[in-house]
């Protein structure tokens, strides 16, 4: 039976509906074979029994008495629950889900049943023509896999408090997300890690030590082997980059460098500065737009600067009228208009994820939302992929609270859409129903922006591989020293 049937019957048990097509017990027979259904028999009698228990509950004079009558209440709730609703059947032979009597039966949902509906129903663009053992396998391979990459994270985030002097853990979670994405095993990618943050010596400055951390992360990502990366030379290639970017268009701005940085990182060396005078000239025009965001938007080939500029102040401003500052909102659409979508849908899906997104945070990050729209899938996919992710991210302490778990549930997701898009044998390029990258966002790197997700006291880090192209950041006598030649955004090693 193909998910679309099975919806439809399951979604009119659900509701009471009558069902009394002529196929309906040869298809209910199909759903009871998967466990979806069951047919229960009318318990009037437990249920008169159930409601005179709570009559000599509210009556019982002593505790003792309440408690013994509390326990027979709740046990004999349960059994009752899974036989409430439902919807009766016309007798119609006999079946697996029928006793084959004569009379009506009464069908109900199994929990897989109101399970299999609760996954459904956001999926059903994608998933409405599989058959339903196929879709049920899907899902169970999609909770598998983003379960396993957050027990390899928070192993990773556990050795990395423990190893490290530096004790702000936020980012240490943040960071073992994308590390988790790595292929190697984990004592070498601690080792490569630790040599990096080692080789920062007296350089951090003016980077905080979590700005550090996130972009120590960025050059883990971007080789294609942990064993290419030289952490001296790589390491002395984007503090450099940085202090450039410091003494020019980033003006003294930390957080800018940074996400600059690793936004030009993604492009070929011949495009930095006409991206960057572009993206300063849009920046000039669009009020509070950061640097970063409108690198970002003019990097993924979005030509027409005057009407560029247009629509994004257009769309600021409607941001702003709902209370958010000028410069968020600025960065927000220019993010989701790198995705080419129409602007009002843009818009619209910026505003229906953070509708989401503020139901579990007071004050969810409006670049977050933005960023959501970067995945290739309907905003009801999308946002229950963000729940089965956040969940996780709760269950295994990779977020302490509402904002962490939120911020770090969106870069899973992204980590694994960007992942799908590979062929290295990964996990996540056999999800039929796995997240996917918008085609145009190739352009940067398939990644979020550095600067983009502020996670727990207002530190940035949602890097993801491979943002960061180092071949392109590191200086050209850099990279001809160690063996090192651009191509095509990828490394090729002689020698």
């Not at 958010?324 to 208009?337: E, I, R």
Request: charged content about 25%.
């Amino acid at each position: 039976m193909r998910v679309s049937e099975a919806k439809t019957i399951l979604e009119a048990i659900a509701s009471g509906a009558p069902l009394t097509d002529a196929s309906i017990h040869a298809q209910l027979d199909a759903l009871a074979a998967n466990d979806l259904v069951h047919v229960v028999a009318d318990r009037d009698d437990e249920v008169a029994r159930l409601d005179a228990l709570k009559e000599r509950l509210r009556a019982a004079p002593t505790e003792a008495d309440r408690r013994a009558l509390r326990s027979e209440v709740l046990a004999l709730s349960e059994a009752l629950a899974m036989s409430r609703g439902g919807t009766r059947v016309p007798a119609g032979g006999g079946g697996t889900y029928r006793d084959g009597g004569a009379s009506d039966r009464r069908v109900v949902l199994t929990q897989r049943g109101r399970a299999f509906l609760s996954d459904v129903e956001p999926r059903v663009e994608r998933a409405s023509d599989l058959e339903v053992s196929v879709f049920e396998d899907e899902m169970e391979l999609f909770r598998r896999t983003i379960e396993r990459r957050a027990i390899r994270a928070a192993n990773l985030a556990a050795q990395l408090r423990t190893r490290f002097s530096w004790t702000w853990s936020g980012a240490w979670r943040s960071t073992a997300i994308g590390l988790a994405t790595l292929r190697e095993d984990e004592s070498t990618i601690l080792d490569v890690f630790g040599s990096l943050l080692d080789a920062v010596g007296a350089r951090a400055s003016p980077w905080s030590p979590e700005r550090v951390v996130s972009a120590m992360e960025c050059i883990c990502l971007a080789a294609p082997r942990l064993a290419d990366i030289d952490p001296a030379t790589w390491t002395k290639a984007i503090l450099d980059e940085r202090d450039r970017l410091l003494q020019a268009e980033c003006q003294g701005d930390p957080a800018a460098s940074l996400g600059v940085s690793v936004v030009l990182a993604g492009l070929p060396r011949e495009r930095w500065t006409e991206s960057l005078a572009r993206a300063d000239s849009l920046r000039r025009s669009v009020s509070g737009l950061g640097l970063a965001p409108a690198l970002v938007c003019v990097s993924t080939g979005l030509e027409d600067f005057a009407s560029l500029a247009t629509t994004l102040d257009r769309g600021a401003d409607a941001l702003k009228n709902q209370g958010h500052a000028p410069g968020v909102a600025a960065d927000a659409v220019a993010l989701a208009l790198a995705t080419h979508l129409p602007p009002d849908d843009a818009l619209e899906r910026i505003l229906a994820h953070r509708e989401h997104l503020a139901r579990h945070v007071g004050d969810p990050p409006l670049a977050s939302a933005a960023l959501l729209a970067w995945l290739e899938a309907p905003v009801s996919e999308t946002l229950d992929d963000l729940r089965l992710a956040a969940a996780v991210v709760q269950t295994f302490a990779l977020g302490m609270d509402a904002g962490e778990i939120s911020a770090n549930a969106v870069k899973l997701v992204l980590l694994s859409a960007l992942l799908a898009e590979g062929s290295e044998g990964d996990a996540e390029e056999k999800l039929a129903l796995g997240a996917r990258m918008r085609a145009r966002l190739a352009g940067v790197g398939g990644g979020t922006v550095a600067i983009a997700t502020p996670l727990l006291m207002g530190v940035t880090t949602s890097f993801v591989q491979p943002m960061l192209d180092a071949a392109a950041v590191w200086d050209a006598s850099h990279r001809q020293t160690q063996g090192y030649v651009h191509a095509g955004g990828h490394y090729h090693h002689y020698g």
